[in-house]
């Protein structure tokens, strides 16, 4: 539902009719109150050669499709065996506790590492993420 209100209020703001992106910022928060999330959504709005506000993502396809992006992982898929990192923010309701069993059954030698943040991690703990994606990753 929140993937859902989040498009609805991207898709209604009424980009065309402004030349200011904290007007922007005001009228998005209204539908979105999480200041945070909707300073990272915004950075998705770009100006062309004109000055005007376009959006850089395609918000019109994401839109048509977010059933299907919704949906989730069908059970007909094979397991992945390789390394997987799995990062969560255990302030965001995107990944609970129940969703860690689907994840193990997919990808059973993933690593769950918990970041006390919501779901933008990059954003609210970029040091801590960066310092363990250079552990997972290979570095070659």
């Known amino acids: 539902l929140m993937h859902q209100k989040i498009v609805q209020a991207l898709s209604e703001l009424q980009i065309n009719h402004s030349n200011n992106r904290k007007d922007l910022e005001k009228e998005l928060s209204k539908e979105i109150p999480d200041k945070p999330l909707v300073q990272f ?3 998705n709005l770009k100006r062309n050669e004109n000055g005007d506000f376009y959006w850089g993502m395609n918000l019109m396809a994401i839109e048509d499709n977010l059933v299907d992006l919704l ?3 069908s059970h007909s898929y094979n397991k992945f065996l390789g390394p997987v990192l799995i990062i969560r923010g255990i302030k965001s309701g995107y990944i609970n506790d129940a969703d860690k069993e689907e994840f193990i059954h997919y990808f059973p030698a993933a ?8 779901h933008w991690i990059h954003g609210e703990k970029p040091d801590e993420l960066i310092q363990l994606l250079l552990e997972f990753l290979p570095l070659e």
């Open 111 to 118: 690593r769950i590492n918990d970041f006390d943040a919501g």
């Open 41 to 43: 959504l915004l950075k």
């Open 71 to 73: 949906e989730g992982i």
